[in-house]
């Protein structure tokens, strides 16, 4: 297995990699956004994605985003093939796209929106913090890009306040020396369904 920066020749992945996020999508039943392949193989060709292979199969992906001019970045679209979960594969790319986000864009925070309960843990090994909305980057195009989510009108009639996603935050001026203790899964799956409670009982009614 290799996990490596991806480039133009791994271009030939793109399609794959958008129809496992999608598929992903519907059997979690919650909000991933949507990338369509062009979008994926512009992050491949200017350096800013990572691409786990099995020879020549395509086993994981992660990319990175840049907003509010650099101040931010994010580690997004993290998927693993289903050949390949439950073997740890999805922390070993998360680092890795960590390291290359932190090399390649030094004073920038770098956050994440997800539900994912395992996104959650491996972002808080990393030394990010569950923080609220109001603490990551106003840039609209970012918050644009949460309209293909299943989730999106959550985040429309909270003001962008809350959402079914929880906001991380890893703060390099802080360089991890103020890094909470390790969060067990199990408070990130109580915020969760806390969540699930309050916004989705609303959708029933």
Known sequence: MQIVIANKSHIIYAE??????????QVRGTGIAKRKPEYVATK??????VIALDGDKFAGFC????WGHGKFVANSGLIVHPDYRNIGLAKQIKQVIFKHSRTKFPEAKVFSITTGLAVMKLNSDLGYKPVTFSELTDDQSFWDGCQ???NFDILTRTERKMCLCTGMLFDPKNNNKEASKEVKENVFKRLKNMKQNLFLKKDKK
């Open 44 to 49: 491949m060709e200017n350096g800013n994605a």
């Open 148 to 150: 293909t989510c299943r």
């Open 63 to 66: 990319y990175i985003e840049k």
């Open 16 to 25: 794959i990699i958008c129809k496992t996020i999608e598929d992903a999508a």
